[in-house]
């Protein structure tokens, strides 16, 4: 089956750095992405990783490794309307998104 | 540019009543995608379209759901005679077509639906 893992629940401090993990196992590997839902509204575009690495935008950082079927989503500085759901992607063989069940990461002063 | 609309944004109804909820994509984009997504959830995939067709409907969880795009643009997910458990935020998600790259998926502010 396919299955993606990541926590359900983050605490963190404003200013502060988290990492996000996210695990999965999937029929094939067209890349991976990160999304963004605060409560009530639709998720938004983070991140994509198709190669291994690390890939920089901003204050936000997603890691990919391929090998392990793992990445991680860094973010850094952190501000109060970091507060949210963290929705992890993998577009498996055919193409489809694969979605975890996300990590709600809560942000306090 | 306009983005992904869906409407209506709320729909409250009575179990067993039929049920339309519509999305209208970005201009272009000929993928379109129907998720459910329960609280604490991720979106679960239910259909895509590729143009007029539906490229993938294995998601859909029984025979009361049915969703059409008869012109490649906008899209109607119906749902007959619905049940509680039918209640969720029905998403709708549009991009390029898939394949190799990253063409991110564009979502919908979502409908919320309550079956009572």
């Known amino acids: 089956g396919q299955n993606i893992d990541q926590p359900t629940e983050m605490t963190a401090t404003e200013g502060a750095i988290v990492q996000i993990n996210c695990t999965y196992q999937?029929?094939?590997?067209?890349?991976l992405f990160w999304y963004q839902q605060h409560a009530g509204e639709a998720p938004t575009f983070l991140s994509y990783?198709?190669l291994d690495g690390l890939e920089e935008k901003g204050r936000f950082s997603s890691f990919l490794s391929r090998s392990k079927g793992y990445s991680y989503l860094l973010l850094k500085e952190l501000q109060m309307k970091d507060s949210a759901s963290y929705l992890c992607?993998?577009?498996?063989?055919?193409?489809?998104?694969?979605w975890g069940a996300g990590t709600k990461l809560i942000i306090k002063p | 540019g306009a983005g992904v609309s869906q409407t209506p944004s709320n729909k409250v109804t009575e179990k067993g009543k039929y049920v339309e909820l519509r999305c209208d994509p970005i201009s272009g984009h000929t993928a379109l995608y129907w998720y459910r997504q329960s609280l604490g959830q991720g979106p679960e995939f239910l259909i895509y379209?590729?143009?007029?067709?539906?490229?993938?409907d294995s998601g859909l969880p029984n025979d009361r759901f049915f969703a059409v795009r008869p012109e490649g643009s906008v899209s109607t997910l119906k749902i007959q005679r619905t049940e509680r458990g039918d209640s969720a935020v029905y998403l709708c998600a549009s991009s390029l077509t898939p394949g190799q790259g990253y063409n991110e998926q564009f979502f919908g502010p979502g409908t919320r639906l309550t079956v009572l």
């Open positions: 379209f590729q143009g007029t067709g539906a490229a993938d």
């Open positions: 990783n198709v």
């Open positions: 999937t029929s094939g590997f067209n890349g």
């Open positions: 992607a993998v577009k498996d063989s055919n193409y489809q998104l694969i």
